[in-house]
């Protein structure tokens, strides 16, 4: 005996309703244990691989990769039980065919049924029936029965239109020009249908948008190399062939690729990370009321102070860099103004004021912009605070942040100076009252003692949640950051 068990998608992070099929770790047949990993999975916050709660062999699996679906839907089913009791996989997937179609002929019956399949036309012609529309056709007997009488061109030029197209997939193309039947005139609808398959293109496996497009790209399809299953023409490799197309001359129309042989227009689904980021800034940008102030600071003493402890033994093994020295200096200075590092609870109609920071850093990453937190940074030294801070970003790049990590965060940090960019107006994260926007440190002209010096300089800009930080508030606390980064000792009067 042998059992089929299902394994349906788990909430592997807090309150995720769905997840993307990223690739397989298995295939069917594949033998496999608990815990072997079996799947790559992409939520709104991560990739996660996960393991396999069943040991025996992959039934199916029954999502393809780039599916998103919701939690709880089977996305694998394991087949227990001795190996010698197990049917071959071919099967499987065959049951799930739908009655009458080509493959679901080997549904398993009753006890002692015979698994004989139905009558179904020969390999060359089911395989022409299940592309109807991406080649030429083999008989228009076959899409419309018609009796064997003569055709009277004059009477029935709908008919002769028929016999035409007959005509025409009778021969091979190839290498012997068809000879138009001496016929009437045909409708404008006829002459586009006897017209539309090029001999040369004839016996290309190709969709009907995927014709389309060449046509509207002016790519013949019999130079173009399949790539699809079946070596069939794809969408892409239409597109790359019209990138090798040359320039149009000036004023014609454009129908080529895009810039570096690219296609003019590529469509990216809005899922994962991206889908999560475009509802989160918009929840926040329409519920909390932001306020942004800025700020010019000299930071050229922070600048010394950084460049003089990359050479000591303490921070020999570390990347020390700004961004670290204005994380700590926000640590110090919120416990100055503790109502930047509060939450709006609307359901208790309260003000959360919170006693300890978890310190988030916004990461562009190749799936977009991640924005996983410190836990506990304001309990961090400087030292810490930087080897967090590089952890945190390589993990991110990777696509690699655990759920946890990116839930909890009380206040945030976006470096847009690491772009070359002096400032911006950052949107608060989903429940975080503040984030402080890190501008690009230049050296530029400062008045110092009636004196024009040059000096390193940057910008802050802190956007904050005006229900819950009056301006006041939230200028001393941006006047207390400025004033550590522009003499970093001012932080042992406070600490």
């Known amino acids: 005996m042998s059992d089929v068990s299902q394994f349906k998608l788990p909430d592997v992070g807090e309150g995720l309703t769905e997840a993307e099929i990223v690739s397989w770790k298995v295939k069917v047949g594949d033998t496999i244990k608990v815990n072997d990993v ?39 089913a394991v087949r227990s039980g001795s190996a010698g009791a197990a049917p071959p996989a071919e099967p499987a997937v065959e049951q799930r065919a739908e009655p009458g179609e080509p493959g679901s002929a080997g549904v398993v019956g009753g006890p002692g049924e015979d698994m004989v399949p139905p009558p179904v036309p020969a390999e060359p012609e089911e395989r022409q029936a299940v592309l109807v ?60 249908e006897a017209a539309e398959p090029a001999p040369a293109a004839a016996g290309v496996l190709a969709k009907p948008p995927v014709r389309k497009l060449a046509k509207d790209l002016g790519v013949d399809l019999s130079t173009v ?82 460049r003089r402890l990359r050479e000591s033994r303490e921070f020999r093994d570390v990347r020390l860099s700004p961004l670290a020295v204005l994380a700590r200096a926000m640590c110090i200075a919120v416990r100055r103004t503790p109502e930047v590092n509060a939450r709006w609870d609307a359901q208790a109609g309260a003000i959360v004021v919170q006693r300890y920071v978890n310190l988030g850093i916004a990461a562009a990453t190749p799936r977009g912009l991640v924005v996983p937190n410190i836990k506990d940074a304001d309990q961090l030294s400087l030292r810490d605070l930087a080897i967090a801070i590089n952890s945190l970003a390589a993990t991110a790049r990777e696509g690699r942040t655990a759920p946890p990590d990116m839930t909890a965060g009380t206040m945030s940090i976006t470096n847009v100076g690491v772009f070359g960019v002096d400032t911006g107006t ?11 926007a890190f501008g690009a440190v230049r050296k530029q002209p ?9 000096r390193w300089v940057t910008t802050l800009a802190l956007s904050f949640d005006h229900r819950l930080v009056d301006g006041e508030q939230g200028s001393r606390f941006l006047a207390d950051v400025a004033a550590i980064l522009e003499d970093p000792a001012q932080a042992l009067v406070w600490v």
């Open 426 to 436: 950052p949107i608060l994260p989903p429940g975080e009252s503040a984030i402080m």
């Open 446 to 454: 400062w008045v110092q003692g009636n004196k024009v010096r040059p």
């Open 225 to 306: 190399v399949p790539s699809g299953p079946g070596r069939t023409v794809t969408r892409a490799d239409v597109e790359g062939k019209a990138g090798e197309a040359p320039t149009k001359a000036v004023g014609a129309r454009t129908t080529g690729a895009g810039w570096d042989g690219q296609p003019r227009e590529e469509r990216i689904p809005i899922r994962s990370v991206r889908k999560a980021t475009a509802a989160a800034v918009v929840q926040s940008a329409f519920t909390a009321p932001h306020v942004t102030e800025f700020v010019t600071v000299d930071v050229t003493r922070t600048m010394r102070l950084v």
């Open 133 to 192: 529309g991406y080649g030429p056709r083999s008989t228009t007997a076959r899409r419309r029965p018609r009796k064997h009488t003569p055709i009277d061109p004059a009477a029935a030029p709908a008919e002769a239109s028929a016999a035409l197209t007959a005509a025409f997939n009778a021969v091979d193309h190839s290498e012997v020009a068809v000879a138009e039947p001496d016929t009437p005139p045909l409708r404008q609808d006829q002459r586009v």
């Open 38 to 76: 079996i799947v790559e999975i992409e939520t709104a916050k991560s990739l996660v691989e996960l393991p396999s709660p069943y040991g025996g062999i992959v039934d199916g699996l029954l999502v393809e990769e780039g599916q998103t679906v919701p939690v709880g839907t089977p996305i694998i």
